[in-house]
Nanobody, 116 residues
Framework: QVQLVESGGGLVQAGESLRLSCVASGSISRENAVRWFRQAPGKQREVVAALTSDGRTRYPDSMKGRFTISRGNTKNLVFLQMYSLQPEDTGVYYC??????????WGQGTQVTVSS
C-alpha cells in the first residue's frame, strides 16, 4: 500500500519562504507524476505545481517564479519550494502521486499559514 507524508508547513510572515516535502512509501512505481495542490478555507482544491516522470514542470500563472517543484535524490521524494509567500497562499497543501497505471495517491496534507 502506498502512503504519502507531507511535512514542512507552518506559520510564516508575508514575504517569507517555506519548503514542503513529500515522501512516498510502499509499492509505488518509479515512473510517476507528482502534483502539489492546496485548499484554502471555503475554496476548492487547486493545483499549484506539477512534475512529470521525465522532469517537466508546470505551474499556474499565479505561481510562476514563486513556487518550484522538484524531486529529491529518489523519485519518491518531492519538494515544493515556495518564495514570497502571501496571505492568499494560506491553506492545506497536499501532494499527489499518479503512477504509470494511473493509480492516484494523496497525502494527509500540511498546513501553511501566512500572516500579513
Amino acid at each position: 500500500q502506498v502512503q504519502l507524508v507531507e511535512s514542512g508547513g507552518g506559520l510564516v510572515q508575508a514575504g517569507e519562504s517555506l519548503r514542503l516535502s513529500c515522501v512516498a512509501s510502499g509499492s509505488i512505481s518509479r515512473e510517476n507524476a507528482v502534483r502539489w495542490f492546496r485548499q484554502a478555507p471555503g475554496k476548492q482544491r487547486e493545483v499549484v505545481a506539477a512534475l512529470t516522470s521525465d522532469g517537466r514542470t508546470r505551474y499556474p500563472d499565479s505561481m510562476k517564479g514563486r513556487f518550484t517543484i522538484s524531486r529529491g535524490n529518489t523519485k519518491n521524494l518531492v519538494f515544493l519550494q515556495m518564495y514570497s509567500l502571501q496571505p492568499e497562499d494560506t491553506g492545506v497543501y497536499y501532494c499527489n502521486f499518479t503512477d504509470i497505471m494511473l493509480h492516484n495517491y494523496w497525502g494527509q496534507g500540511t498546513q501553511v499559514t501566512v500572516s500579513s
